[in-house]
């Protein structure tokens, strides 16, 4: 999941960066609101973390602006005012949720894990294809009950192709949402990667989930389709 984090505290914005990407997330970082704005416009994010100080444009103008352009990506606001007043200023500017600082590392990953859920209509915390088991919460997978032993970016891979179970994804989508903006469109990342999860999640098992439509993209499907299949071959 890509998400897009405004912060011009830099020790703040480091703290943050580092504990998200260390659960699996993509993270894009800037420190002022058009940078922001910017950023998303050009870019497909899953949600946005937006400080409220931020320089040039604030937060709260960052959020209205994008709503009013019919930005729906889910919002948490990040503030140090905890007045009731700040806070519906912060709702009415278009925001999911609010977050006054200082805050508990844990808590905010679990209200963004909620913002997710509700913007992937209301997806399960524990996503099943078939054998395979993907635990979002607690970033794991297993299939036949068999723990799957993946690192970071793999997990990440996997539990965006399980949000996605049955629909063909293309690189452009796949590198929009499981990387940054340092990914290279031009390289063979995402080819390396869907072949560590198929020996993972498919080499081990008779039946095979990670299936190739080529010239269109990855589909994570229990269902057998024959034409896919000689494809895959």
Request: include cysteine.
């Amino acid at each position: 999941m890509r998400l897009l984090l405004a912060e011009d505290d830099v020790r703040m914005a480091r703290f943050i960066a580092r504990g998200l990407r260390e659960q699996a997330y993509a993270v894009d970082l800037v420190a002022d609101g058009e940078a922001a704005l910017y950023n998303a416009v050009i870019n497909d994010y899953d949600a946005a973390i937006l400080d409220v100080m931020l320089p040039l444009k604030d937060g709260l103008e960052v959020c209205r602006e994008l709503r009013a352009q019919g930005w729906r990506v889910p919002v948490l606001m990040l503030t140090a005012r905890d007045a009731v007043y700040d806070r519906i200023a912060g709702l009415d500017s278009g925001a999911d949720d609010y977050l006054t600082k200082p805050f508990s590392f844990g808590e905010l990953l679990a209200r963004l894990r909620a913002l997710l859920r509700r913007g992937s209509q209301l997806l399960p915390t524990v996503i099943t294809v078939a054998d395979l088991k993907i635990d979002t919460r607690g970033q794991r997978a297993s299939r036949a009950g068999r723990r799957l032993g993946l690192t970071t970016k793999e997990y990440a891979l996997l539990e965006y192709l399980g949000r996605n179970a049955g629909r063909v994804l293309g690189r452009q989508e796949i590198g929009e949402h499981v990387w940054d903006d340092a990914f290279d469109p031009f390289s063979n990342l995402i080819e390396v990667f869907i072949n560590r999860l198929r020996r993972k999640v498919d080499e081990p098992f008779s039946a095979h989930l990670i299936h190739t439509r080529r010239g269109a993209g990855y589909e994570l499907s229990a269902a057998v389709d024959y034409e896919k299949e000689l494809e895959d071959a």
